[in-house]
C-alpha cells in the first residue's frame, strides 16, 4: 500500500526574514509514518524543515515543503498515485499580501486600495512603531483532495481550542461530510501535551478515542489497513 502523510506545520512569508508560522513538531505525523513503515508499506512524507522525520527507512520518501503554495504543488501529483492520504499537517489559513504602518492606513479612506499593494523590499522597514499586516485566506488543501483522486482513502485532522467534546465531534462530522473524507482526527489543543494526545478518530457511524500519540498512529493505521 502506498501511503501519503504530511506533517509539521507551513510557513507564510512576510518578507524575506520574517514569516507566520504554525507551530506543528510533525512528532505525530513521524508516528504514523514509523507505524506504516515497520509493517513494510512505502511511504512518503511531505513535510516542513524543523518537523521530525524518521529515519533510516528504504521504503520512506520525505518531501520538504514550506508553504501552502508549494504544499499544495507537491500534493496533487502525489494524491493522484497514492492509496492513502494522512493529512496530519498544520496548514496556514492566512498568508500575507502587504505591511505597511498605520500612518499609511490612515490615509486611505478606502481600505480595499491597500489590498491591491504588495511589498517590494526584501526587509519591510522596522521604523515605525506599529505595522498593520493584510493578510488573504489561502486554500483549503483537504476540500481539494478528493477531486484530485476520488478513490484515495481520506483521514484528516480537526483542531480546536477549548471546546466540548460535543461540540468538538459536530465539527468533526462536518468536515467529514464537507471534505468527502474517511475519517477525521478531531482534537482539542488543551488535551494536547507532552506525555498525552487526546483525540478522537470519527467516521460517519462511530468515534474511536485515544490517549497518546502512540495510541492515535496505531489506531489510525489499524482503520486504514482494515477499511472497506
Known amino acids: 500500500m502506498k501511503i501519503l502523510i504530511t506533517s509539521g506545520g507551513t510557513s507564510e512569508a512576510i518578507d524575506s526574514v520574517r514569516s507566520i508560522t504554525n507551530h506543528a513538531s510533525g512528532r505525530l505525523g513521524a508516528l504514523i509514518a514509523e507505524r506504516f513503515l515497520a509493517k513494510g508499506h512505502e511511504v512518503t512524507l511531505v513535510t516542513t524543515t524543523r518537523a521530525y522525520k524518521p529515519q533510516g527507512h528504504d521504503h520512506l520518501h520525505i518531501i520538504v515543503v514550506t508553504d501552502v503554495?508549494?504544499?499544495?504543488?507537491?500534493?496533487?501529483?502525489?494524491?493522484?498515485?497514492?492509496?492513502?492520504?494522512?493529512?496530519?499537517?498544520?496548514?496556514?489559513?492566512y498568508s500575507?499580501?502587504?505591511?505597511?504602518d498605520l500612518e499609511d492606513v490612515k490615509k486611505h479612506r478606502q481600505l480595499d486600495e491597500l489590498l491591491h499593494h504588495s511589498n517590494s523590499e526584501a526587509k519591510i522597514s522596522s521604523s515605525a512603531d506599529y505595522q498593520v499586516l493584510f493578510l488573504k485566506r489561502t486554500p483549503k488543501i483537504i476540500s481539494l483532495v478528493k477531486s484530485w483522486n476520488p478513490k484515495i482513502l481520506l483521514v484528516g485532522f480537526k483542531l480546536l481550542v477549548n471546546v466540548p467534546q460535543e461540540e468538538l465531534i459536530t465539527v468533526a462530522r462536518h468536515s467529514l461530510t464537507k471534505n468527502h473524507a474517511d475519517y477525521i482526527v478531531a482534537n482539542d489543543l488543551r488535551d494536547i501535551t507532552d506525555d498525552q494526545h487526546l483525540a478522537y478518530l470519527v467516521d460517519q457511524s462511530a468515534i474511536y478515542p485515544a490517549k497518546t500519540k502512540h495510541e492515535l498512529a496505531n489506531l489510525i493505521y489499524q482503520k486504514v489497513i482494515t477499511h472497506d
Open 96 to 100: 500575507p499580501i502587504y505591511m505597511t
Open 69 to 93: 503554495a508549494s504544499l499544495r504543488a507537491q500534493l496533487e501529483p502525489l494524491v493522484k498515485t497514492h492509496d492513502v492520504l494522512i493529512h496530519s499537517m498544520a496548514v496556514s489559513d
